[in-house]
């Protein structure tokens, strides 16, 4: 449960970070799905970090200024020692961790202090979901997810990708979460550029998953945008939103990448990136002393002239740019946290 000191927190180490505020750990390349639309299960690797070198990482991320983390992988609940992650985490960042759907149920404790559990769901058509993870009865285990993590008071929401697959299913499929008050946080299909040397690849090229109905999706984006204005359920900026239904419209982008200026990528040995298409740069425990060298700049300045990938991670970090967007963004939060608050909270921020 994020609480207004964290709040607070979060705010005033806003002000005194110029520039990056998002990080995207993926703590372990191990998975334990198949899903058709993603490489990761496909070129898995064993070795990861311990959570003592993990924890001496987010010690340098917090003092670069990150203020929101997110884990992901793989699966990073398949890792023994996720709680202390997440408990050490939670503490400094607004934290989030992705899964499958497969072990969050399984996980309860370890996740209590985080302040969102993103479950990977694509549709609510049973079948569907379970060919499009590769695994029998995912649909049903990532149900059983949801629904355990809620009755904990363990703050879950729903991840899906949208792709050509569910296009036409995602407003519906919102409407089906939101009016349940589970939140839906957003992903939107991509595949990855070939650039040489990357760090990893992670959305694998496929035409069922590749959206053709350009209209259709700037459509999504504008009932959303009319959806977001109801609910404290739809996780999504109204600036991404219209970033992304002019995307979709026109084909120009309105943002310039931010990669290793708003947000930083770090993988499962601790190697960090502007993102996982491009080449590792340097170790998260040589970051202090590179992350403002004439080398980084440039770094910064070449990305910042890429237009190769659509993540959508990455457009929310490159339209939400500078110290400005860094307080949309916590602001945005915030306002989204507000429905996990308890009363007396809630109404201490209703009179502050």
Not at 90 to 99: E, K, L, R
Not at 138 to 143: D, L, N, R, S, V
Not at 232 to 238: E, H, L
Not at 279 to 303: C, T
Request: aromatic residues 12%; glycine residues 6%.
């Amino acid at each position: 449960m994020m609480s207004s000191m964290k709040a607070l927190s979060l705010l005033r180490r806003s002000f005194r970070s110029p520039r990056t505020h998002h990080a995207q750990w993926m703590v372990t390349r191990k998975c334990n799905y198949r899903c058709r639309g993603c490489e990761v299960w496909r070129s898995q690797d064993p070795c990861e970090l311990s959570a003592e070198e993990i924890k001496r990482g987010l010690d340098i991320l917090r003092d670069i200024g990150v203020l929101e983390i997110v884990f992901s992988g793989g699966n990073p609940l398949i890792r023994d020692d996720i709680g202390e992650i997440m408990d050490y985490a939670s503490d400094y960042f607004i934290t989030t961790v992705y899964d499958n759907g497969s072990m969050a149920a399984k996980k309860v404790d370890a996740l209590r202090k985080v302040d969102f559990v993103a479950i990977s769901l694509d549709t609510l058509d049973e079948k569907k979901n379970d060919y499009l993870k590769g695994v029998p009865g995912a649909f049903k285990t990532a149900m059983n997810s949801i629904n355990t993590l809620k009755d904990e008071g363990v703050h879950v929401g729903v991840s899906p990708t949208i792709s050509q697959v569910n296009l036409y299913e995602i407003v519906d499929f919102t409407d089906y979460f939101v009016r349940r008050h589970i939140p839906v946080w957003y992903c939107l299909y991509w595949y990855d550029y070939p650039f040489k040397d990357g760090m990893f690849s992670i959305g694998k090229k496929n035409d069922d998953y590749e959206i053709q109905d350009t209209k259709a999706l700037a459509k999504v984006f504008d009932t959303l945008l009319k959806m977001r204005e109801e609910s404290n359920y739809v996780y999504i900026t109204r600036k991404t939103l219209e970033a992304l239904k002019h995307l979709s419209l026109t084909g120009e982008r309105t943002w310039k990448c931010k990669a290793l200026s708003n947000f930083v990528i770090v993988d499962h040995l601790g190697r960090v990136a502007g993102c996982h298409s491009r080449e590792p740069l340097a170790s998260i425990f040589d970051l202090p002393e590179v992350w403002k060298s004439a080398k980084f700049e440039g770094f910064r300045e070449e990305y910042s002239r890429c237009a190769n990938c659509s993540y959508l991670c990455y457009i929310f970090y490159s339209v939400h740019s500078g110290l400005p967007g860094a307080l949309e963004i916590v602001r945005d939060q915030w306002e989204n946290a507000k429905v996990f608050l308890r009363p007396e909270e809630q109404i201490a921020t209703a009179h502050g």
